[in-house]
């Protein structure tokens, strides 16, 4: 299916592919002018369901998104995009939505379930570890600041029989060569026979997961070393915890959160200690506490402040909306962050009830995100 939109409140395409410097465009006006009133709401999106359906924009996306700048391009109304999703940088994300929806998306604006992990550097910065997931989970956490990374499709090639059923995959047989040169070349290597794994990421959906969670079995009871005697588990950390999300097949596909069930079914069978494990994305309520962080200091670069004279968020904003279309997890993490979050559920998605949902109902029911804007924007009195 085609969608049409029309691009009114956008820069050009120049701008927009510009580099990332300039988080959002400046505006000018005479010195006597009064500065635009500070927003007192703020908007979460999430991704998959809600903006997107696969590789297109659904219920109105784009022109829904569009209304939240000014004509000149400008952010007017402070929002992100709050996702589980991830496995490519945030500045690869921003870009991909920018050309997608037609508007200027910075980095700062997309919080993945992966980007809390930045605040492990620390922990683990001149650590060996390894990356699990589609896209490029290696370069996510090179990008982070993390110096010794691997991805397990890399890591798996080092251990020619540690996966039974490798001779059974061509696909993996013809690229293991191109990616374990191209893998060295990108990040700081470590030498996986002496170096023992101190952390494990699983950045996003795997995609092999008997691999996966065979090398993880033997990463994790080994203390980061696969072949050797057992030893104490190094540290393991998922991005999510979705059981299902919603893509372009009608029916919710198996996510994260079936991974780490799986995972931790097995490892806790063939293991003699229960798996360890810390898993983050919504509905955690740290998520949405680190959205308000975020808001915050996109509504400060707006209004080009240095700090905020208010020291919490909930004095700063009035309401923040958290649009959805899982209640288990969109709305049910609105619910338990409580004031001053507002959430809206969405029927484009995971939920496609007509009354709201049981258990976890929203304080706003929508057919789409075009939809919910609209009823936002009336609300706040800034159509």
């Known amino acids: ?128 570890i390894v990356a699990v997931g589609k896209g490029d989970p290696a370069t996510v956490m090179s990008e982070y600041g993390f110096k010794k990374v691997r991805s397990i499709d890399e890591y798996a090639t080092y251990f020619p029989d540690i996966d039974p059923l490798a001779p059974f995959k061509p696909w993996v047989m013809n690229e293991t060569c191109n990616k374990k040169h191209a893998s060295k070349i990108v990040h700081p290597s470590y030498d996986v026979y002496s170096d023992r794994v101190k952390g494990v990421f699983v950045i996003s959906d795997p995609v092999d997961w008997s691999r996966d969670i065979q090398v993880l ?37 198996l996510g994260m959160g079936a991974f780490r069930i799986a995972l931790e079914s097995i490892y806790n069978t063939v293991n003699d200690s229960p798996l360890k494990y810390t898993s983050y994305g919504k509905p955690n309520p740290f998520v949405f506490k680190n959205a308000e962080a975020v808001l915050t200091k996109i509504v400060s670069t707006m209004h080009q402040h240095k700090e905020m004279t208010n020291g919490g968020l909930a004095n700063s904003f009035s309401t923040l909306y958290m649009v959805g279309d899982n209640p288990k997890v969109d709305i049910n993490g609105a619910r338990k962050a409580g004031r001053p979050w507002f959430s809206v559920l969405t029927r484009t998605g995971v939920f496609k009830g007509k009354n709201n949902h049981a258990q976890f109902p929203a304080d706003l029911v929508v057919d789409t995100v075009e939809e919910a804007v609209d009823c936002i924007l009336r609300k706040e009195g800034c159509e």
Not at 34 to 47: L, T, V, Y
């Open 1 to 128: 299916m085609r969608f049409r939109f029309s691009v009114t409140a956008v820069r050009s395409r120049a701008a927009i592919l510009k580099g990332q410097s300039e988080v959002f465009p400046r505006t000018y006006s005479h010195p006597t002018s009064p500065p635009p009133p500070r927003p007192s709401f703020g908007i979460a999106f999430d991704i998959d369901g809600v903006i997107i359906g696969g590789r297109a924009p659904i219920g109105g996306s784009p022109q829904a998104i569009q209304r939240l700048y000014a004509r000149d391009g400008t952010l007017r109304i402070p929002f992100l995009f709050l996702t589980n999703g991830g496995g490519i940088p945030e500045s690869k994300r921003a870009s991909e939505l920018s050309k997608l929806l037609g508007v200027n998306i910075s980095p700062q604006q997309v919080v993945q379930g992966h980007t809390p992990f930045r605040e492990l550097l620390n922990r683990f910065e001149d650590d060996p």
């Open 217 to 253: 079995c033997d990463i994790l009871r080994t203390g980061g070393l696969p072949g050797a005697e057992k030893g104490d588990q190094p540290a393991l950390y998922f991005a999510s915890d979705d059981l299902e999300y919603q893509a372009a097949f009608p029916a919710e596909r």
